[in-house]
């Protein structure tokens, strides 16, 4: 095995470039692309959901005004949204447009793992295919949400830093300046990989003994002489300058909001408040329970590099690789220990593991190749370790893969899945189709009057925001309207008016519940009605579609879902 070598020098083996000159690369590229690919296929095919509807109305906002106006009680960066309206100006307006960026990021970051595993691992690079073929890594990436393109920069940061601390690579620490832009621009979440590799960058100097009592405030003992040298620390400068002024022109709104700045500060107290009893609290062990449920594959690939790098072979680990480990470890610990938790985090959470176990099992491999020691037992030779890896790898993918397809691309809104958190019901989406299909013929209904008046606003405020004729009015109980015509008009109730639904009303979506008050307002045999709830969790409401102005029944399924549609 190797022995612990001076800080700042790599092993032997890891000098420079790993490459296998045997490499069968075209094939790994192939798979990428192939399966890869697939993210874009059937991309609208699961309606839009509550979180990828407000983005939409962030979009229009830029629209409007020309910026993001940066709110940090909001929680997330402005990047995404300027990504999104840059998809918009490129697809039109739908859920192409919302979606577009996060899965191209998704792919950025399978392309960024297999170059790296080809330059630096080359003897695991079969474990990205456990990864891409994730069923959460592939149904999140397809959502307009930040997750996928946080994930991306994260793993840009730590592949910068693992350069830098094990290959003495100063380009790495460009990565690392644009990897933490990106996570900065995106969530606030970026600080607890940070924090985690800061507490495992301390522990691995320690545990490899190369951080004396006296070196504390000694950097040259930490990181490679040469990498510390002012003229190439000065190449630096013009990266962190940009990086600087990108963040500060994406919160202040191209410097219309110079307080931006001050409130991107601000924003990580109000975050800081979340972890709990915010109705998104689970247990510690949610995060294992969700994976056992769904991603075995990416479960056993956490567990067996946590064995591997715990307790069979830890000094056969470059210290490079013992770091983005831990990392991983703390990482994961400190996400399970936030009461505060949304499924769709599990990407990133578990990204740090992705880059650990190709470095690990790599570095195991490769030294127990070279060894001079006395041979390890037959059953962990590498030749059976890799054999028995490559078919429980198929084994897992045989497994995983059905349940993927499925969930992606057969019933992307199954009610009770813990993935599907926030879903739109799958007949909204079909609801949807139909009014755009039909208004795309008849251009007139575009002009039609919709009135949302039930408890949930999104995704319909997004969605119908087309129909030119929207309102948002509550339903009142008919005492309460007589008091208002009253005492003065709530903000909802027009004060010349003591009636709930607006008259000649269209399209209508109430509560189910108060589905007497409406039809008390309407002609009932006018319209074409459902009754269902919007998303998994939430009352039914009843949607009201007029016969006249939309003579094909939006409520009948065609099998014609395309859940996008352009006025």
Request: glycine content about 8%; some cysteine.
């Amino acid at each position: 095995m190797w022995r612990r070598h001076r800080l700042g020098y790599s092993p032997p083996t890891l000098e420079g470039s790993c490459e296998d000159p045997n490499d069968q690369g075209m094939i790994y590229i192939f798979i990428i692309l192939a399966v890869g690919g697939l993210r874009f296929y059937e991309l609208a095919l699961k309606p839009a959901h509550h979180d990828e509807s407000i983005n939409g109305a962030f979009i229009a906002g830029i629209w409007q005004s020309g910026w993001y106006n940066y709110d940090p009680t909001n929680y997330h960066g402005p990047l995404l949204f300027y990504l999104q309206a840059l998809g918009e100006r490129l697809f039109g307006w739908g859920i192409i447009a919302i979606r577009f960026f996060p899965v191209f990021f998704s792919l950025l970051q399978v392309f960024l793992f297999d170059f790296y595993a080809r330059k630096r691992a080359p003897k695991s690079r079969w474990m990205n295919l456990v990864w891409l073929m994730s069923p959460g890594f592939f149904f999140y990436s397809r959502s307009g949400i930040h997750e996928a393109i946080f994930a991306f920069f994260l793993a840009l940061a730590m592949i910068g830093f693992l350069e830098v601390f094990q290959f003495a690579n100063f380009k790495g620490w460009i990565a690392v300046i644009w990897g933490l832009w990106g996570a900065m621009v995106l969530k606030e979440t970026w600080t607890l990989l940070v924090a985690s590799a800061g507490l495992s960058f301390l522990i691995v100097a320690l545990w490899r003994r190369e951080l004396r009592s006296s070196d504390w405030f000694t950097p040259r003992k930490w990181i490679n002489p040469r990498l510390l040298r002012a003229s190439r620390l000065a190449e630096l400068w013009p990266h962190l300058l940009m990086a600087l002024f990108a963040l500060a022109f994406l919160f202040t709104g191209g410097f219309q909001d110079p307080a931006g700045m001050t409130k991107f500060v601000y924003a990580y107290l109000p975050w800081m408040k979340t972890g709990a009893g915010s109705g998104h609290d689970k247990s510690f062990f949610h995060w294992i329970l969700l994976l056992s449920k769904y991603d075995l594959g990416v479960l056993a690939m956490i567990s067996l590099t946590s064995v591997l790098g715990l307790f069979i072979f830890p000094r056969s680990v470059g210290r490079g690789s013992q770091w983005i480990f831990l990392t991983a470890v703390i990482h994961f610990l400190v996400y399970s220990a936030i009461p505060y938790k949304t499924p769709w985090c599990i990407i990133s959470i578990v990204t740090p593991f992705w880059l650990a176990g190709l470095m690990v099992w790599h570095e195991w491999i490769a030294s127990a190749e070279v060894s001079s020691e006395p041979k390890t037992p037959a059953w962990a030779s590498p030749w059976r370790v890799r054999g028995a890896l490559a078919v429980g790898t198929c084994a897992l993918l045989v497994f995983v893969l059905p349940a993927g397809w499925r969930l992606n691309f057969v019933d992307p809104t199954p009610m009770g899945h813990e993935y599907v958190y926030v879903q739109t019901d799958r007949r909204f989406g079909d609801l949807m189709n139909s009014l755009f299909q039909q208004a795309g013929r008849d251009p007139r209904l575009w002009k039609a009057k919709v009135q949302i008046a039930g408890d949930e606003d999104w995704p319909m405020a997004w969605w119908l925001s087309p129909f030119t004729g929207k309102v948002h009015r509550r339903l009142q109980p008919r005492a309460q309207r007589q008091l208002a015509s009253e005492t003065g008009p709530p903000r909802l109730i027009p004060s010349d008016s003591e009636r709930s639904v607006i008259a000649d009303v269209d399209v209508l979506v109430a509560n189910a519940s108060e589905a007497k008050d409406v039809e008390s307002e309407i002609q009932v045999n006018d319209y074409w009605t459902a009754e269902f709830p919007i998303r998994d969790s939430r009352v039914p409401s009843k949607y009201y579609v007029r016969k006249s102005l939309f003579p094909i029944n939006p409520f009948v399924d065609r099998g014609d879902v395309t859940a996008h549609a352009e006025p």
